[in-house]
């Protein structure tokens, strides 16, 4: 079982940048490939980026490649997301999420967090 609590969300200008955090505790953080996510009134849940177990494999959503960055810290239990050049459309209900192995599809994440807010707006 792996909790998940994100953080970082908030208001932010269009072009602003913002990184969101996502804390987990539990056992064997470092095993888990990670995710985000993010949902917008109205619509699904969307990937926007993911990252195995040590590291060294990232995919992302092609709305975001070039503007974020997931990267983690298993010393920590910790993942990040860095978020530049923020967009209006980014704004989002954004979810970090744990699974066995490092995929697109919502459906094979087993862990999520309660979600932090990102909205872009001026």
Partial sequence: ??????SGGGLVQ????????CAASGRAFGSY?????RQAPGKERDFVAA??????VTHYADSVRGRFTISRDNAKNTIYLQ???LKPEDT???YCAA????TTITSHFDFWGQGT???VSS
């Fill in 83 to 85: 978020m530049n050049s």
């Fill in 14 to 21: 269009p072009g602003g940048s913002l990184r969101l955090s």
């Fill in 92 to 94: 989002a209900v954004y």
């Fill in 33 to 37: 490939a990670m995710g985000w996510f």
């Fill in 117 to 119: 807010q990102v909205t």
């Fill in 51 to 56: 990252i195995n177990w040590n590291g060294g």
């Fill in 1 to 6: 079982q792996v909790q998940l609590v994100e």
């Fill in 99 to 102: 699974g066995p192995f490092i």
